[in-house]
């Protein structure tokens, strides 16, 4: 099975970067994925990483160490609109993914 | 294009009755999920199906039940529903299970078990 841990929530300004941390113990590891969930929505794609190093998509990147069980979703210039839950979300060689309990993040005008 | 879509939006019902929860793809995505989501516990996997004509047991599938008789539509079944099955539903496809292929989610069904 997987143990997937980031933060609960997370406040930053407008403008601003915010990097939203993720570990994970795996029983077996067949990449890493990224969504964002606004509240009262459904999950939407944001990242994929299945090799270590950073991947970015304009405003977002993701980073991943599979030595360490860790990854990242940085976020620049923060928006009004970036405010929503971020999911970490594991697969394994079953080809399931497990997914973390989100992080919150707050963009604060 | 339709994407993915789950039926009914809402639902409330008595404990010990059955329901079935609605989803159907238009993307002929091959693999198609179910999660339930509830709070500070996050996404978990009840059933998912990898094609047509097989399923397969998630983290959480007591109390569940699927089928997938073609690609477009994955029903879940809740036999006898009890108040501990109080959650958010959300159904997902998948063009693939591996390489760089996300899940699609539907927008989710809120259902309450009194």
């Known amino acids: 099975g997987q143990n997937i841990d980031q933060p609960t929530e997370m406040t930053a300004t407008e403008g601003a970067i915010v990097q939203i941390n993720c570990t994970y113990q795996t029983s077996g590891f067949n990449g890493l994925f990224w969504y964002q969930q606004h509240a009262g929505e459904a999950p939407t794609f944001l990242s994929y990483n299945v090799l270590d190093g950073l991947e970015e998509k304009g405003r977002f990147s993701s980073f991943l160490s599979r030595s360490k069980g860790y990854s990242y979703l940085l976020l620049k210039e923060l928006q009004m609109k970036d405010s929503a839950s971020y999911l970490c979300?594991?697969?394994?060689?079953?080809?399931?993914?497990?997914f973390g309990a989100g992080t919150t993040v707050t963009v604060r005008a | 294009i339709a994407g993915i879509t789950q039926a009914p939006t809402s639902q409330i019902l008595a404990a010990g009755r059955r329901m079935t929860l609605r989803c159907t793809q238009d993307?002929?995505?091959?693999?198609m999920y179910w999660y339930r989501q509830d709070l500070g516990l996050g996404l978990r996997l009840i059933h998912y199906?990898?094609?047509?004509?097989?399923?397969g047991k998630g983290e959480v599938p007591d109390g569940y039940s699927v089928s997938r008789a073609n690609t477009d539509d994955f029903p879940l079944t809740l036999a006898s529903a009890v108040p501990s099955q109080t959650s958010v539903y959300f159904c997902?496809?998948?063009?693939?299970?591996?390489?760089?292929?996300?899940?699609?989610f539907g927008p989710g069904t809120r259902l309450t078990v009194l």
């Open positions: 993307m002929r995505h091959n693999a």
């Open positions: 997902a496809s998948s063009e693939g299970t591996s390489g760089a292929h996300e899940q699609f």
């Open positions: 199906s990898n094609t047509a004509g097989t399923t």
């Open positions: 979300a594991v697969r394994d060689h079953d080809y399931k993914l497990s």
